[in-house]
Antibody, heavy 121, light 107 residues
Framework: EVQLLESGGGLVQPGGSLRLSCAAS????????MSWVRQAPGKGLEWVSS????????PYADSVKGRFTISRDSSKNTLHLQMNSLRAEDTAVYYC??????????????WGQGTLVTVSS | DIQLTQSPSFLSASVGDRVTITCRAS??????LAWYQQKPGKAPKLLIY???TLQSGVPSSFSASGSGTEFTLTISSLQPEDFGAYYC?????????FGGGTKVEIK
């Protein structure tokens, strides 16, 4: 069974940093692109970033560009999101997502349960 | 960036009703569109990809169509378990944007 398990969320002060992780299992991690999607409380879905299966392509939403870094560790089947210079508007549930192959031209076919990030003083 | 406009934003319907949700793209996206269902407190679930392909395990009461800039998701006979929010997403170009969502309530 394909599973994605996020961790690393929590309460952080504005300007602080947090690193999210997503442990993947049940599929060949190296063969699939991955993404992060977030959802602010009571709001809709917002794509944050994606990473190709090889890790060499990493597009970002303008709202996080220069502050967030997506990466993957194939030896541990783990996806990461390093979040720096956090703002109140980054408060959201962050979902780890497996893409159907690539992400572009494809689909987001498996979602983790999400991890809540709260940015507040 | 490609904007996706969903309508309606909210709908209330009875069990057995036929329900249609529309998603319009600000520019052509071929058939690179997916639909997701999200229940309160849960992660989204993929229903449809490539505009009209039903994801494995999704009931055949769900169907979708469209190409270019206009897309529809149809539930042929609304069931109690179909409540929740529905989102379209374009996968034609980055950023991979989502529509604003349609909240479906069972009367």
């Amino acid at each position: 069974e394909v599973q994605l398990l996020e961790s690393g969320g929590g309460l952080v002060q504005p300007g602080g940093s947090l690193r999210l992780s997503c442990a993947a299992s049940g599929f060949t991690f190296d063969s699939y692109a991955m993404s992060w999607v977030r959802q602010a409380p009571g709001k809709g879905l917002e794509w944050v970033s994606s990473i190709s299966n090889s890790g060499d392509t990493t597009p970002y939403a303008d709202s996080v560009k220069g502050r967030f870094t997506i990466s993957r560790d194939s030896s541990k089947n783990t996806l990461h999101l390093q979040m720096n210079s956090l703002r109140a508007e980054d408060t959201a549930v962050y979902y780890c997502v497996k893409c159907g192959g690539t992400c572009q031209y494809n689909r987001f076919d498996v979602w983790g349960q999400g991890t809540l990030v709260t940015v507040s003083s | 960036d490609i904007q996706l406009t969903q309508s309606p934003s909210f709908l209330s319907a009875s069990v057995g009703d036929r329900v249609t949700i529309t998603c319009r793209a600000s520019q052509g996206i071929s058939n690179y569109l997916a639909w997701y269902q999200q229940k309160p407190g849960k992660a989204p679930k993929l229903l449809i990809y490539a505009a009209s392909t039903l994801q494995s395990g999704v009931p055949s009461s769900f169907s979708a169509s469209g190409s270019g800039t206009e897309f529809t998701l149809t539930i042929s006979s609304l069931q109690p378990e179909d409540f929740g929010a529905y989102y379209c997403q374009q996968l034609n170009s980055y950023p991979l944007t989502f529509g604003g969502g349609t909240k479906v309530e069972i009367k």
